[in-house]
């Protein structure tokens, strides 16, 4: 074997290599993605199972409507407006992680869809008053805070009373 030779030779063995090496790191960024979403799932699944998240919910359920009113909301016990609190922000985080594709909308939907379809005028309104009550207290824009649980109300179109049942 000459020089030419096995320097061909030299150069196909480190095509080859380097071609391995690059499917190696596609295989292991498809496992890291596939692994990052089992994670992502895994904690949405545990914001939605905490007690204080539930109990958001059945606040939304039992006390929450379309025309609550500021005293309405002043007068839920502490417990049910630190449920509301913990349920509403949690809902504008997965909100924000979603809008900024951090979160796949088929988790955001699998999980959280049907509470956002079933609640989401009663939320709106929570927002409102939130917003009448801080506006009058802060010279700066408060309607940011809540970016995130609006675009995720507005990707769903809410449930027809007569469909739940």
Request: glycine residues 6%; charged residues 20%; proline residues 2%.
């Amino acid at each position: 074997m000459d020089i030419e030779t096995a320097a061909n030779v030299g150069e196909a063995v480190s095509g080859i290599a380097i071609l391995f090496t690059l499917l190696f790191s596609l295989r292991q960024m498809k496992h890291w993605n596939e692994n990052r979403r089992y994670e992502i799932g895994r904690d949405l699944a545990a914001h939605m199972n905490n007690p204080l998240v539930h109990r958001g919910f059945s606040v939304s359920t039992t006390k929450l409507h379309d025309e609550l009113t500021p005293q309405e909301l002043a007068a839920l016990s502490r417990e049910e407006k630190d449920a509301m609190n913990a349920l509403m922000i949690g809902m504008n985080n997965i909100g924000v992680l979603a809008k900024n594709g951090h979160l796949s909308m088929d988790l955001v939907d699998d999980f959280c869809g049907v509470y956002v379809r079933m609640f989401a005028s009663r939320w709106r309104r929570v927002i409102q008053i939130f917003m009448m009550v801080n506006i009058s207290k802060h010279e700066e824009q408060v309607d940011g805070v809540w970016s995130g649980l609006y675009w995720l109300l507005d990707r769903y179109v809410p449930l027809d009373a007569t469909a739940v049942v």
